[in-house]
Structures are given as structure tokens and as C-alpha cells.
T-cell receptor, first 114, second 115 residues
Framework: KQEVTQIPAALSVPEGENLVLNCSFT??????LQWFRQDPGKGLTSLLLIQSSQREQTSGRLNASLDKSSGRSTLYIAASQPGDSATYLCAVSRNKNRDDKIIFGKGTRLHILP | EPEVTQTPSHQVTQMGQEVILRCVPISNHLYFYWYRQILGQKVEFLVSFYNNEISEKSEIFDDQFSVERPDGSNFTLKIRSTKLEDSAMYFC?????????????FGEGSWLTVV
């Protein structure tokens, strides 16, 4: 059974710092991995999608890496801003049917201190 | 940018009542999903829907739950007889090619409170 774990559960850093959020998954037979952002009481916004054949994806100040064989992904946020404060969720899709579910981690609550 | 829309944003219902949560997926998407998130817990998969039928469902999705695509635009989740433990944020999602292809897009959620 696939389990997704995110460390740390919460993180507070001063504005301007670079930071790394970690995600690990127990079954390396994934099709892709997505990072989402969730603001309090809000929906999920997809930030980056990495296919299993890829090693990283970049979007603006965000860079996500994937090491499928070791079951790990990182989300790197450069030059953090107060607006980056949110919960960041990692989710994996199994290597199965096209309409398969995705399995989420519990998230990392990020607080950027002004 | 196209988005998944959900109604209502918040509903309070008495235990044992029926609830219907509504969703309008992105128009050219073919795969539809419901997920839920109990306060403080992980986002959990409930059901996936493709080609007018359920393609996969979780253990949570028991006989009290049903989904329907009554017309070409709406996708609904019905809970027949709500229980206290059904209190959660329910997210609708859609994808053009399924979770193993393109990005899944989530709605803002419907917060259900069962009292």
C-alpha cells in the first residue's frame, strides 16, 4: 500500500530565505508526482507535476525534484515571500490505469515571517 | 484560466439527512473525482468517474455514497443518510487524461458539517 510522508509537518522561516520541503513515498512504482498548495479553508492548487521519467520541474521560484528509485521528492522555494505561506501537499499517482487515484501526504504547513 | 466550481461552499445538515454536493468540472475534461479532507487529516480519495461510470472507489465510498453526471456539465456527490463522521471538506476534481497523464484540477471544496 502506497504511503506518502512529508517532513517537516510545519516550518517557519524568515522572508527571503530559500527552503526545501521533503516528500517520501513507499512504493516507487509511481506514474507521476504532484505538488499542491492549499491555503486555509481553500482548495488545492497544482504547482508542479513531475512525470516518473523526469528528474525535475521548475516554475518561477519553485523547483521540484524526483528520485523515483529512492522514493523521494523535494520542493525547493527560492527567496521565500510572506505570500508563500500555505500548506504544501505532495501526491503520487500509481503506475496503473489512466483514471487512477492520487495519494496525498499530510502536507507541510509553511509560515514565512515578514 | 478554466476552473472546477463547486456548490455549496458550506452546508450544515442534520444527521440522517441527504446531501447533494455539486460540481462543474472543466469543460473538456473526461475524468472526474471526489476527494475529501477531514479537518487536520490527509486528503483522501473517494471515487473516480469516467465514461459515465465509476472506475474506482475507496473503502470510504460505501452504499451511502453515490455519484452522478446528470447532464453534460454537472457532476454530483450524494450522501444518502449523513453521519457525524461525514463532516469534512469535499473536493471535486477533473482531469483531461486521468491522474497518470495531465494535472488534476481541484475545486475550492464544499465544507460539510453534520450536526
Amino acid at each position: 500500500k502506497q504511503e506518502v510522508t512529508q517532513i517537516p509537518a510545519a516550518l517557519s522561516v524568515p522572508e527571503g530565505e530559500n527552503l526545501v520541503l521533503n516528500c517520501s513515498f513507499t512504493d516507487s512504482a509511481i506514474y507521476n508526482l504532484q505538488w499542491f498548495r492549499q491555503d486555509p479553508g481553500k482548495g488545492l492548487t497544482s504547482l508542479l507535476l513531475i512525470q516518473s521519467s523526469q528528474r525535475e520541474q521548475t516554475s518561477g521560484r519553485l523547483n521540484a525534484s524526483l528520485d523515483k528509485s529512492s522514493g523521494r521528492s523535494t520542493l525547493y522555494i527560492a527567496a521565500s515571500q510572506p505570500g508563500d505561506s500555505a500548506t504544501y501537499l505532495c501526491a503520487v499517482s500509481r503506475n496503473k490505469n489512466r483514471d487512477d487515484k492520487i495519494i496525498f501526504g499530510k502536507g507541510t504547513r509553511l509560515h514565512i515571517l515578514p | 484560466e478554466p476552473e472546477v466550481t463547486q456548490t455549496p461552499s458550506h452546508q450544515v445538515t442534520q444527521m440522517g439527512q441527504e446531501v447533494i454536493l455539486r460540481c462543474v468540472p472543466i469543460s473538456n475534461h473526461l475524468y472526474f473525482y471526489w476527494y475529501r479532507q477531514i479537518l487536520g487529516q490527509k486528503v483522501e480519495f473517494l471515487v473516480s468517474f469516467y465514461n459515465n461510470e465509476i472506475s474506482e472507489k475507496s473503502e470510504i465510498f460505501d452504499d451511502q455514497f453515490s455519484v452522478e453526471r446528470p447532464d453534460g456539465s454537472n457532476f454530483t456527490l450524494k450522501i444518502r443518510s449523513t453521519k457525524l463522521e461525514d463532516s469534512a471538506m469535499y473536493f471535486c476534481a477533473s482531469s483531461e487524461t486521468g491522474s497518470t497523464g495531465n494535472t488534476i484540477y481541484f475545486g475550492e471544496g464544499s465544507w460539510l458539517t453534520v450536526v
